[in-house]
């Protein structure tokens, strides 16, 4: 009896024991310390990446790219930007980065006259070097180191011979492009007419149209009505693409249609699986990203100076519709 | 400060110390908290005063450029002083998670402080249009700056999301340990308090048991109390009283046996002396005349008569001389030989006597009258009765601190209850009248009483098959009994 008494008492003080240091040992122990500042070492340069649209499969991979490279060499990215093409936010966020004092910015162009000022005159007050990407601004009016992304010309070169094999040679073909007349698209519709010059029968309409979907929605009504044996269909401004073909489809069957745009949307890809676009031009946004902020850090650092004002160009292909599915 | 007391403080102590050493946890746990949070407010105080003295500077310069006096410059240069001292406090701030929209955020104080600047100097140079200009980006910089606080002040509340939930837990866990120390205390004290009140009662207890069997005359059971304190002392204490008591009470108790011995003796020799001067009414006439009888037996030429006569006279004298005193074995030896002559003239033939005696040990000392009782006895129990009379046999061998004296007989023997009976000195009905007046039983006391022991005599017997007595006298007696002994005479 007595040794029972002892033996459950003995638990019992011990189960106590035990849970009253558990449970102070939770109360105590710190693992909840502040995140300490890191000391002195600082990332070689900082640059920031800006672009129009965040979040865009294009631009998400673009981030992607800077950041791996950023990485690499040891200097600190940030992605900032506004999204669907907000351009007083993107320039506010220019400015910030001029303000900030950053290294270096890569930019995705925008041709209009508040973006060079900033870039020619604060930027350049600052002594911030500048590089675009993706989307040039010609060198004289942004004062841009240089430019990394696809040739625009080239690719609407390659959209109009892909037209061409695809359709042949006589039809009409209408452009679509966008009616703030940016430097990239008008290089793209360049090409295109370039080659589709040297085809007297091949004729060309060429209609400017915002992003807005209302907008294209009309214009796209306004084509069809005009012309509407048309054979072909090319989205200069990829994010007119969309709208673009639905309203296509609202009147009569997309397939017969020969329709082209870039990928520089988010939706180009679904629309090209649906076989809705018969081709488009594929970029290398990874790459864009990743030589932009490798040619940066060359110029920071001297390696290359100059960089070479032509800019520097990656891959572009042709993907069609066939090869998609 | 011993014992008892000693216990009470030690007991206080451990109270004391457990209420210290929670309260020390509970306030150093408690300031720790209180740290962080401060820590943490201390940061978005200092994001704010950014905010707070970037926009006070723009409008400070936006009243300097309004109206340019002294005070309105003054205040600028203030302001500007502010931003600047925000702006060190602000690089305590960087984190992993934050540094890199730090540094711009500590670039775009200095932009501000240069464009607050530029425009200053355009104002100074009256190139109005510049200085307006500079004073816009200015204010363009401090809405950056506000909103770079919001943003920054966003990732904080992220970063320190954790450690708020942690510090929450932790409150959560903290009333658990309460819970958990508060049953932990309240069992320790509950054991400590049994085993301490304990260590105080039992002790008293035993005393107060031992204290009852003592009031009750139980003085041999020993007081036993293990602790460490006064009660212990006390224990001892008693424990020693009980043993003198004991003493003293065994001490009486033996001398009331003495006492009770002493009475007896002097009874039994009352008894004898009774006797003897009963006996005595004529002995001395009787004497006289036997010796008469004998020197008359002898001039008439009858010399066996003579001799007899002479035997019964010699007997008679040492009856009335020797009862009370101590004699030598030899001269036991000699009176017996003269009664077994007497009694050889009775029963001629019939009583056929025997004796084996180791003379040198005829020194030894006893009662006087000892043996002849005993022998007579044997004559009137094996020889008298019988038509052709018996054999009595006497032996004294030497031992090793002992003489031994045997008296046998071939007798019809004794009941082994009549034996038990002159053992145990109980007394014996009538034995008839032939004897010469001492019986065996008064033998038996006397030399019980003489010894001081029991096992001097000793007799063996049975139905048909004789009586042997069989007496074991020590040759030394023992010095105090001696004393008693002569103390008798």
């Given at each position: 009896m007595r040794k029972t008494v002892i033996l459950v008492l003995g638990l019992a003080g011990v189960a106590l024991f035990y849970f009253t240091f558990v449970s102070a040992g939770k109360v105590f122990r710190s693992d909840w310390q502040l995140p300490q500042s890191p000391g002195e070492k600082q990332a070689r340069y900082r640059l920031v990446?800006?672009?129009?649209?965040?979040?865009?499969?294009?631009?998400?991979?673009?981030?992607?790219?800077?950041?791996?490279?950023?990485?690499?060499?040891?200097?600190?990215?940030?992605?900032?930007g506004s999204y669907g093409k907000n351009r007083e936010d993107f320039l506010k966020k220019i400015e910030i980065a001029i303000d900030s004092k950053v290294d270096g910015i890569i930019v995705q162009g925008l041709d209009t006259e508040e973006f060079k000022q900033l870039t020619k005159v604060k930027a350049a007050f600052y002594g911030i070097p500048i590089v675009t990407v993706a989307n040039d601004v010609p060198m004289?009016?942004?004062?841009?180191?240089?430019?990394?992304?696809?040739?625009?010309?080239?690719?609407?070169?390659?959209?109009?011979?892909?037209?061409?094999?695809?359709?042949?040679?006589?039809?009409?073909?209408?452009?679509?492009?966008?009616?703030?007349?940016?430097?990239?698209?008008?290089?793209?519709?360049?090409?295109?007419?370039?080659?589709?010059?040297?085809?007297?029968?091949?004729?060309?309409?060429?209609?400017?149209?915002?992003?807005?979907?209302?907008?294209?929605?009309?214009?796209?009504?306004?084509?069809?009505?005009?012309?509407?044996?048309?054979?072909?269909?090319?989205?200069?401004?990829?994010?007119t693409a969309e709208a673009m073909i639905q309203e296509i489809g609202r009147r009569t069957r997309v397939e017969p249609y020969h329709i082209y745009s870039f990928d520089d949307s988010h939706d180009s890809m679904s629309l090209l699986k649906q076989g809705k676009l018969d081709g488009v031009i594929e970029q290398s946004p990874e790459t864009m990203g990743r030589i932009s902020v490798n040619l940066m850090t060359e110029w920071l650092s001297g390696e290359t100076v100059p960089l070479d004002s032509n800019g520097y160009f990656t891959e572009i292909r042709m993907l069609k519709a066939a090869d998609a599915r | 400060m011993n014992g008892i007391q000693k216990k009470i403080w030690t007991l206080a102590a451990v109270v004391l110390f457990i209420m210290a050493a929670i309260w020390i946890a509970l306030t150093y746990y408690n300031q720790k908290t209180q740290d962080q949070y401060n820590d943490i407010l201390q940061r978005y105080l200092r994001m704010n005063e950014v905010t707070t003295a970037s926009q006070q500077t723009v409008t400070s310069l936006n009243n300097y450029l309004l109206l340019p006096s002294r005070d309105n410059l003054s205040q600028l240069e203030q302001s500007k002083e502010k931003l600047r001292k925000a702006r060190i406090d602000v690089i305590e701030l960087r984190n992993p998670g934050n540094e890199f929209a730090l540094t711009n955020y500590m670039n775009l104080i200095d932009s501000l402080v240069e464009t607050t600047e530029r425009s200053l100097t355009f104002q100074s140079e009256k190139e109005t249009e510049a200085s307006g200009n500079a004073f816009s980006e200015a204010d363009r910089i401090s809405k950056y700056i506000s909103e770079m606080s919001l943003t920054l002040l966003d990732a904080e509340l992220k970063t320190y999301d954790r450690f708020y939930r942690g510090i929450i837990e932790q409150s959560a866990e903290l009333k658990k340990l309460g819970i958990w120390l508060l049953l932990l205390i309240t069992f320790l004290l509950?054991?400590?308090?049994?085993?301490?009140?304990?260590?105080?009662?039992?002790?008293?207890?035993?005393?107060?048991?031992?204290?009852?069997?003592?009031?009750?005359?139980?003085?041999?059971?020993?007081?036993?109390?293990?602790?460490?304190?006064?009660?212990?002392?006390?224990?001892?204490?008693?424990?020693?009283?009980?043993?003198?008591?004991?003493?003293?009470?065994?001490?009486?108790?033996?001398?009331?046996?003495?006492?009770h011995e002493l009475q007896q003796s002097k009874l039994l020799l009352q008894e004898s002396q009774l006797r003897s001067l009963q006996s005595q009414i004529n002995p001395h006439f009787l004497f006289n005349t036997l010796n008469t009888l004998s020197k008359k037996a002898y001039l008439e030429g009858s010399e066996e008569t003579s001799d007899l006569l002479a035997s019964v006279a010699a007997l008679l004298r040492y009856n009335l001389k020797r009862l009370d005193r101590s004699v030598t074995l030899y001269d036991e030896v000699r009176v017996l030989r003269q009664y077994i002559e007497i009694q050889k003239a009775r029963f001629t033939e019939r009583l056929r006597f025997h004796t084996d005696i180791d003379e040198s040990c005829l020194y030894v000392q006893l009662p006087g009258l000892t043996l002849q009782p005993i022998v007579e006895n044997a004559v009137i129990y094996a020889i008298e009765p019988e038509e052709d009379g018996g054999e009595i046999w006497f032996r004294i061998v030497d031992g090793a601190d002992r003489v031994t004296v045997e008296i046998e007989d071939d007798g019809p023997g004794m009941a082994e209850e009549r034996i038990r009976q002159i053992l145990e000195e109980r007394p014996v009905e009538s034995e008839g009248g032939h004897t010469t007046g001492i019986g065996l039983g008064n033998v038996v006391r006397r030399l019980s009483l003489f010894y001081g022991c029991d096992d001097v005599i000793a007799i063996e017997s049975g139905r048909e098959r004789g009586t042997k007595v069989r007496l074991s006298i020590p040759k030394a007696r023992e010095s105090g009994k001696q004393d008693q002994a002569s103390d008798r005479g």
């Open positions: 990446l800006i672009t129009q649209e965040l979040e865009t499969p294009f631009w998400g991979k673009v981030g992607a790219g800077a950041l791996e490279e950023a990485e690499r060499v040891g200097a600190s990215i940030e992605v900032w004289a009016d942004s004062l841009r180191r240089t430019y990394v992304g696809s040739n625009q010309y080239l690719a609407g070169q390659l959209i109009a011979r892909q037209l061409l094999s695809d359709m042949g040679s006589t039809g009409k073909v209408v452009l679509l492009g966008d009616s703030r007349g940016e430097y990239y698209q008008q290089q793209r519709i360049n090409g295109i007419y370039d080659v589709l010059k040297e085809y007297p029968n091949v004729r060309t309409e060429y209609a400017e149209t915002t992003d807005a979907r209302e907008q294209v929605i009309s214009a796209t009504q306004d084509l069809m009505n005009r012309l509407p044996d048309v054979q072909a269909f090319v989205a200069v401004n990829a994010n | 509950l054991l400590f308090t049994y085993a301490f009140s304990l260590s105080i009662t039992r002790p008293v207890l035993k005393l107060t048991q031992a204290a009852k069997e003592l009031s009750r005359g139980r003085f041999d059971l020993r007081i036993e109390v293990e602790s460490n304190d006064e009660i212990s002392f006390l224990a001892k204490m008693f424990d020693r009283m009980r043993i003198n008591i004991n003493n003293l009470i065994s001490e009486i108790q033996q001398k009331a046996q003495l006492e």
